[in-house]
C-alpha cells in the first residue's frame, strides 16, 4: 500500500449551502449553515407578501 493514498484523504466541507422557503408564499433563498447543525427554521421578511414570514430548509444545493 502506498502512503500516498493514506495521506490524501478526501475532507469533508465545514459548511453546505441550503435552499430555505417561506411556509406562507413559496419564495426560496439560499444560505450557508455548518454540515454539522440541526436543519434551519428562521423568521425572515417575505417580499411576496410584504411581511414576515417562517422559513424551512427545503435541500441541500452544495457543500461549501
Known amino acids: ?4 493514498r493514506i495521506l490524501l484523504k478526501k475532507v469533508k466541507a465545514k459548511d453546505i449551502m441550503v ?3 417561506s411556509l406562507v408564499s413559496g419564495h426560496t433563498f439560499n ?3 455548518p454540515r454539522l447543525a440541526e436543519k ?5 421578511f417575505d417580499p411576496y407578501i410584504q411581511k414576515e ?4 430548509e ?3 444545493i452544495r457543500s461549501m
Open 1 to 4: 500500500m502506498f502512503l500516498t
Open 19 to 21: 435552499q430555505m422557503e
Open 31 to 33: 444560505i450557508i449553515r
Open 40 to 44: 434551519l427554521e428562521l423568521i425572515r
Open 53 to 56: 414570514s417562517v422559513y424551512k
Open 58 to 60: 427545503k435541500k441541500k
